[in-house]
């Protein structure tokens, strides 16, 4: 199909992309997606669009590869090969390169245009170059556009999630649909073929319409792979070997390797293939017109055929200095060599650890020892590895497997160090699995067992270790003392890491006690490990640093550090730390007043691709109390929370789950034994002195309550001003400390005990903040004391609606009149997909319909919307 051709129908489409390529020159730049199935013209509209603007703007093209394991940040390497120096990987690590290609793309003349074809392939590295970009190309003259397949089930949760971590005025989605019956009828005409049997053989996919009217013979392939192989026949041989020789590659080839493998010394193979089409050219490689003719080339090979290919791309590559591991490795698999599987699925995995694309490398180790006849002691080093980066990303059952295996090999061989080094990982993984006390029986062992071997770098992380979970069981004193042996041992053996994480842990168990102190310290910590190059000690330090912070109330520059938190996260591929950062963004949102923002973030960790164990606690609790506080259904989240056995015996844990409970029965919720259980933990707290801005947590609430603790001269001394006014019944002064701090909501409580003025600006915050539970247990008690014309609130409003609605409900209920689904609605609207659920649930109950097609009908009828274009 011709150029013109393939754009049948994607005018719309493409007067989208002059729209956002002309609001990146005005200095507003976007991510924008072009998506739909196999086929659809993703990549030939991408590449018209960029031919058509290579003249006016600085374009830069990469794209991402089938293979069995992505090659982190394989897009950037296409970058870095045609930049002529002007950009490369960094080898400090992700955001060095991030912020590499970021200056490519805003430095020079003209707007810059980066394109990524097929992210559905992307490994992990390159998603959050993308995340990277959103936030920051928005006042930058930079448009980013990229294509993916939405036929990839694998991938969708994790583009979902991509999408949804961008700012809404980053990103625009296009979503290309099959062409109509009609375009499929003029593009048939052309060729004398039946509209119909077109049609119907293809669906109106473009790739299919153009493979199928390519084939010459008055029949009617039955699939894809059919119509690509009857045109691959009609090469000559030595083409039709090049085209095979090609398919081995997923989704594109080095033109002079492709030559070698094919032998094509006289270039009459690739010429024959590029003029009839079965292969582009891009820049310096070669690529199938698209993957699903790549797919049908390679799928007709026989076995033999195809082993022999990739044996002979192998030997190629071997020899070739600079060539990728993971491609290596990728056909070292398919020509069934064992050893060469084995030997560069463990550079893969290293090269991949090295960038952070933690899960990349499980991936590369998890074939290495699927493959490899190794020895004891080195089948469990690779299994160790494994291990701690399955931890890293969150895979906690399978880095559980593969300790197990590796403790039982340690054991049997009487390996010392390997022994205690895996029990120490244990440690982290049963913790995060939510159990405390295997986790404490894990570092204990590891701790005991390598005291052995005293001036061994395992003995100092397992030391490290130990006053990490010393911190987090409040054994405050065994902590710091087991942070200062590390660190000493750290410092003599020269081990930065380790030295690093021993500070953390000091520097995080002293802010518990002294928090101004203590949070500069973090602080300190973090812009040393960036000096050091220690980026996997980033998402530790700012998930300590924004977990001490939050809960405190200590606003300013929290937003920031959470911002930063999250990036190193990202950068890393630490899927557990990103969760509990997020976590503390939902909860520090939620003091802040901010209650829509914090249901979305909370509910993006609890319902999104997160391990659900211990590190989503923070996000659990969080989504509990915003549910309560916007009066949405619970849904048993603190049961669920209170299950972990961390959330029955850590005070750390067991605190905001108080609270929780603690505000839901102040609502007027059913929490039987409520007061008891937050009585009990403050009267812990006090005694611990490790979490001294729960002191003025629990006391508040207490006195909330109407059960205002009697609280020692050196306990008092430890409320901030606004706790201490409040607990003490200073109304005027309470509020006016909590405005000060930003924390709305607790400014409307303490307002509530005031005089018949206050109560009503108490109202009018509760109202703005959504705080519905709130509103009508002031109003009821304003009634209750006599005072006359109580606002109405916001449900007079929804009086006035004929079907009792919220503006917001009548704006789901529009789009669910539209067809949209509920992801569209939560894309279009801004929201959570959960988010849109509650209100959808709500639509239904107003309208007492019995489903989405229901309420639809409902509203139809009732003249409660107006179709698009009335």
Sequence with gaps: MTGAAELIERETAHARLEAALAQARAGAGRIVSLEGEAGIGKSSLLLAFVDAHRADTRVHMGGCEHLATPEPMGPLRDIARESQGRFSISPTG?????????????????????????????????????????????????????????????????????????????????????????????????RGRLPAEVFQATGGNPFHVTEYLAYERDVVPRTVQEVTVARAARLSPHARRTLECASIFPRQIDEETLRNIASDHDHKGVEECLATGMLNARGAALAFRH???????????????????????????????????????????????????????????????????????VAHLSRAIEHGGFADGERAQLLERKAFCAHFCGEFLLARQALDEAIAIHRRVGNVTGLGNALRISAHVQWNLGDPDLCQADVEAAVRVLRAEPDSWQYAMALASKAQFDMLA????????????????????????????????????????????????????????????????????????????????????????????????????????????????AAALLDMGRLEEALTEAEDVVFGPYPRVTVGLSAMIALSRVRVRLGLPEGGLLDQARKLPTAQRDLLRRVPIALADAEAHWLGGSRPGAVEQLAEVHAQVVRSWSQLWNIGETALWLAILGRPPALEPKARAQLSPAHQAHVEGRWREAAELWAARGCPYEQAIALSDGDEAAQRQAL????????????????????????????AGPRAARREDPAGLTPRQREVLSLLSDGLANAEIADRLGLSAKTVEHHVGAILAALEAPSRLAAVSIARERGLHEPAGA
């Design 291 to 361: 993957e699903l003719a790549r797919r049908a080339v390679n799928e007709s090979l026989s076995p033999l055929r195809r082993r022999e290919l990739h044996t002979a791309a192998l030997v190629l590559l071997k020899g070739r200095e600079g060539a990728r591991a993971a491609e290596i490795a990728h056909h070292a698999e398919q020509a069934g060599s064992a050893a060469d599987l084995v030997r560069y699925a463990i550079r893969a995995a290293e090269e991949a650890g090295a960038l952070g694309a933690y899960g990349e490398a």
């Design 94 to 190: 992700q955001l060095a390169t991030y912020e590499a290609l970021l200056r490519l793309l805003t430095g020079g003349k003209g707007p810059g245009l980066l394109a990524l074809e097929d992210i559905h392939w992307a490994d992990d590295a390159t998603l959050d170059l993308l995340r990277f970009l959103a936030r920051r190309i928005r006042t930058a003259p930079v448009m980013v556009l990229v294509t993916f397949r939405t036929d990839e089930p694998q991938s969708s949760a994790r583009l979902a999630s991509l999408w949804a971590d961008m700012p809404r005025d980053a990103r625009e989605r296009i979503e290309l649909e099959p062409l109509s019956a009609a375009a499929v009828a003029r593009l048939a005409r052309r």
């Design 764 to 791: 009018a915050i509760f109202d703005r903040l959504g705080a519905a539970p709130a509103a009508r247990k002031l109003r009821r008690r304003m009634r209750a004391e006599g005072v006359r014309s109580v606002p």
């Design 474 to 585: 409040d054994r405050n004193d065994e902590a710091i003392a087991a942070a200062e042996e590390a660190l000493a041992r750290a410092e003599k053996l020269g081990r930065t890491d380790i030295y690093l994480q021993a500070l953390t842990y000091l520097r995080t168990t002293r802010a518990s006690t002294n928090l101004d102190e203590g949070a500069p310290a973090i602080r300190e910590t973090i812009e040393e490990a960036r000096a050091r190059g220690e980026l996997d000690a980033l998402p530790r330090l700012y998930s300590n640093l924004t977990s001490i912070m939050t809960p405190a109330r200590r606003h300013e520059g929290l937003l920031e550090a959470l911002d930063e938190g999250q990036a190193a996260c990202a950068a890393r591929d630490q899927l557990p730390l990103e969760a509990f950062i997020r976590g503390n963004r």
